[in-house]
């Protein structure tokens, strides 16, 4: 049987991998301290449990794509709060399931496989679904190197690639390097990007994952020609329901939302009332946030003392580590195996070789796993 050529381009994805590593020593007898993929152990708050359980019909129809109104206002009532931005719900807010899929399919929407320019440029090391997406639409994946502070200068880019660039991904809060843009970065990306017709996507679905300054949002900056990714996976412990919104120009929302007619992609009405729930309170992220904050101090207080260095993560879930003693990433990662830490390879973020000395640790386990994992470390320093 033939299949997509592309497919076989691909790496194993890395949480795959990661799954079958920790799978491995939890049969073996070993503690396992999961630093690995960012599915946070705190559980999502009762009052957004209650409400997707009192909203699941009798009769469960399907739902649309652009969703019940609520979840939709919800989002523009999050947004004028958060942002200082007044979004319209009708053109403006699309319910998505979860970030992850409109991530891959999104260069669907702007892609024309046959034509010279189909590039899209991503942040390399960034999240590996930039590229994924990339390669099965047919576009060409150009990755954009990052080193020293790791944050992404769009303005950098050659002239030659971006009059081949259809599409550009910034992600801040960055995963996994937590490196953050500021606003002037962020108006100067889009003013790169409307001089050559590109259409900007900002990926922000760390944006309630910060310890000193709140991030900004391309949405403060601009209207035109972008698109923002939104979810409530980290800001409210819903991984698993599969929510998230993407917000932006409303003439590139109305092409989006045909696009996604055609596959169906729509969350249930049951999870879109969870989430109107979400993002209409507060007080709950700011909970969680401060909860994030405890472990990050735990696991970057040691790291000070032991004298492994932390580069960027300034925000995001995420702390990026720069591997000791010569060490590449991988070759960390497999000794901090020893003592039962999980974390990622900073290779796996990468095209190139940006994140070859690095490790990645998801702020996942609660506080007292975070010391319990920290003297296995010291063990093994």
């Known amino acids: ?28 007898g070993r503690p396992v301290y999961d630093f690995g993929t960012g599915d ?51 053109t403006q ?26 590039g899209v440029v991503f942040p390399d090391p960034g999240y590996s679904v930039y590229y994924r997406g990339t390669v099965l639409a047919g576009g060409e994946p150009i990755p954009q190197r990052l080193s020293g502070d790791f944050v992404q200068r769009v303005w950098e880019l050659p002239e030659a690639v971006l009059q081949r660039t259809r599409m550009v991904w910034i992600n801040t809060p ?10 002037a970065d962020l108006r100067r ?40 990714m939104f979810s409530l996976s980290k800001r409210s412990g819903m991984t698993g329901y599969r929510a998230g919104i993407v917000a932006g120009d409303p003439v590139v929302m109305k092409k989006l939302r045909e696009l996604r007619a055609n596959p169906g992609l729509a969350p249930q009405d049951f999870v879109n009332t969870a989430a109107a729930a979400a993002w209409s309170e507060d007080s709950h992220a700011d909970a969680r946030r401060h909860i994030f904050a405890a472990k990050r101090k735990v696991l970057t207080d040691f790291l000070a003392e032991a004298g492994v260095e932390v580069v960027a993560s300034e925000a995001s879930f995420y702390l990026w580590v720069r591997a000791p003693g010569g060490l590449s990433g991988l070759a960390y990662a497999e000794k901090l195996l020893e003592a039962g830490i999980l974390t990622y ?10 994140g070859d000395a690095f490790v990645r640790l998801a702020l996942v386990p609660d506080v007292e796993t975070c010391r319990a994992a920290v003297a296995a470390w010291r063990a093994i320093l």
């Open 345 to 354: 390879p900073g290779a796996s973020f990468a095209v190139t070789d940006a």
């Open 40 to 90: 946070p152990t705190e559980p999502t708050p009762a009052f957004i449990r209650d409400a997707m359980c009192a909203s699941v019909p009798d009769n469960c129809r399907y739902p649309t794509v652009v969703g019940e109104p609520a979840v939709r206002e919800a989002f523009a009532g999050y947004a004028q709060r958060r942002l200082g931005v007044t979004l319209d719900p009708a």
């Open 189 to 228: 990306t889009w003013e790169v990007c409307r001089a050559h017709d590109i259409l900007l996507v900002s990926d922000e679905c760390y944006m309630d994952t910060w310890f000193d300054v709140p991030p900004p949002s391309i949405l403060q900056v601009a209207s035109e020609g972008v698109l923002a």
């Open 93 to 118: 807010i699309l319910p998505t399931s979860g970030s992850k899929e409109a991530v891959f399919h999104l260069p669907l929407l702007v892609i024309d496989p046959s034509a010279p320019d189909r």
């Open 174 to 183: 960055h995963n996994p390097c937590g490196a953050v843009m500021t606003e």
């Open 1 to 28: 049987m033939r299949f997509n050529p592309a497919l076989a381009t691909l790496p194993t994805y890395p949480t795959v991998a990661l799954d079958r590593v920790r799978d491995r020593l939890r049969a073996e």
